[in-house]
């Protein structure tokens, strides 16, 4: 009951700071709106990467499937610290699926079956070093993941993670408003495309807002990147004295480059 009551707790304030972000721009909540468990496997060399590619492609996502979580993404850090580790993207339109999904899992014979090696492997030598989780909720103006085409033909892609850390709670709702207000639509026409942007409910570094990019490749990314900053259209919107502050909405980024492993539904 404690952890239901926190959890209630942490969405009613993400409520009032997405119906905020949508004041002026047209935007109300919707209840189609996806929340997302985005997952950090920390790894180590050796076995235990390979350990862990079996159980997310035989156990974990095909049963996340049967739960009515999906598609679920699976990805390795192209650029970023501390690698080897892994990200888990898992969407669903219930809360209480995505919250319960644990207990769910060890009542799924199948997954307890071919989940056994990384479940039960011994606490001397474990597959992962640590697991770390935050709970999102789609923003309202784009609420579903998106991925890209190249993604149901399992062709070439990279994906951008970035995350937004805001000094206060105001400045949150305000990066968030900028989104709503045209970001959107100039990633896209700089040829960076969406696969979801939502706001963080549960985990590190709050407030923040956590966003995926999709690019066919790196060169890609920085030609999509520098059309983005030379848009007429962002020039205008980060202008804009309701969006530019000093100190500015943004306090921290964080930013990694990420590739889809071979089972990625993403």
């Keep these: ?25 047209g935007q109300t909540a919707s209840a189609a709106a996806e929340y997302y468990d985005l997952r950090r496997y920390q790894l180590a060399s050796g076995p235990g990467t390979k350990l862990t ?30 690698t080897p580790a892994y990200y888990l993207l898992m969407p669903s339109t219930k809360l209480e699926t995505l919250v319960t999904a644990e207990l769910a899992l060890a009542q799924d014979p199948l997954f307890v079956k071919a989940g056994a090696p990384f479940w039960d492997a011994p606490a001397g030598s474990p597959p992962f070093t640590g697991i770390e989780s935050s709970l999102l909720r789609a923003f309202t103006g784009y609420p579903k993941v998106t991925p890209p085409a190249s993604a149901a033909t399992k062709g070439k892609r990279i994906y951008q993670l970035r995350q937004y850390q805001s000094p ?31 706001d963080a409910l549960i985990g590190p570094r709050l407030p923040n807002l956590t966003y995926m990019l999709s690019f066919p490749d790196m060169a890609a990314l920085e030609s999509s990147w520098e059309k983005f900053g030379a848009d007429p259209d962002w020039k205008k919107l980060s202008n ?12 921290n980024i964080t930013s990694l480059v990420l590739r889809p492993l071979a089972y990625s539904q993403i």
């Design 53 to 82: 590619d079996s159980y997310f492609a035989d156990a974990l996502i095909p049963a996340l499937n049967r739960l009515g979580i999906g598609p679920v993404g699976a990805f390795s850090i192209y650029f970023g610290p501390e």
């Design 1 to 25: 009951m404690e952890r239901r009551a926190f959890i209630s707790a942490s969405l009613g304030v993400a409520g009032l700071s997405l119906a905020g972000s949508a004041t002026g721009i």
């Design 168 to 198: 206060t709670n105001a400045y949150h709702v305000r990066k968030v408003e900028m989104f709503h207000a045209g970001e959107f639509a100039i990633f896209e026409k700089a040829g960076a495309h969406g696969v979801f942007y939502a």
């Design 240 to 251: 804009d004295p309701k969006y530019k502050f000093d100190p500015p909405t943004v306090s």
